[in-house]
């Protein structure tokens, strides 16, 4: 669970808790006696790809550290059919009914991700290209909806704009042209950071390369078109990076890791991922 001790999701889970309980769980209070104790239990009620059962677990420690933990014999990322109940926790029942809505929130937005990137990777299983993620998250959940990406075997594009240099059309225009803005990011930034830059045609990715780019990024192209440019990028520069992106779906993804491309980039994976159902039945035990 090392990744969940970042406090700033320990923080966060804090607040979601806060938003959800206000001055109380009146219902809670009025009709369950303190002292009960209780086991609840997680159902799949449709096939998922498991993720969050951590973050679940830490949403009832914030409520009662002396809570159990969940009891379960799958593993983040293992593929779980309908009906199957895979994990159990016990405890006292109004800490399991207080946190019950903020736990499934989590962990059925986090297994909707890891499902859907999943879907993804098998699509292009075979062609040595990987499925990323972009920036287009829910603010506040980035952390934990990146770590879903991974869980469903896909890779993490930029966590934010501190964690690498992505030059695109609006930088291009406001730096005066392609070489400008990549000549102005190597004086400016570290020796460690690559440099990609977003190309929308030939000659934009012939000056990108020459500028010395790293990276280049197709930004919706055609598959076909796709495959020219990469054939015209490894001749410019057999080391340099390819990526294509721009509304990416899984009826068509598998055409764009055929053309050669590294990295797929699919911002559909964060926000657009269905949120998978999920139960939490409570009995006293």
Known sequence: MNWLENGEILAS???????D????DITTTATVPRDTRGVGRFLAKEYLVLCGLDVAEAVFFQLDPDVGEIETSFNEGDE????????SMKGYADVLLVGERTALNLIQRMSGIATLTRQFVKAVEGTGASIVDT??????????EKY???????KNHRMGLDDGVLIKDNHIALAGGI?????????RVGHLHKIEVEISNWAQLREAIEAGAEIVMLDNQTPEEAAKLVDMARNLNPSVLIEASGNMDLDRVRSYADAGVDLISVGRITHSARAVDISFKIQIG
């Open 13 to 19: 889970i804090g607040e979601f808790l806060a938003e």
């Open 21 to 24: 309980i206000g001055r109380g």
């Open 80 to 87: 779980i059919e309908e009906g199957t109940v895979f994990g």
């Open 135 to 144: 920036r287009k998250t829910t603010p506040g959940l980035r952390a934990l």
């Open 148 to 154: 879903a990406v991974t869980v469903g075997g896909g």
């Open 179 to 187: 070489t400008r803005a990549v000549s102005a990011a190597k004086e």
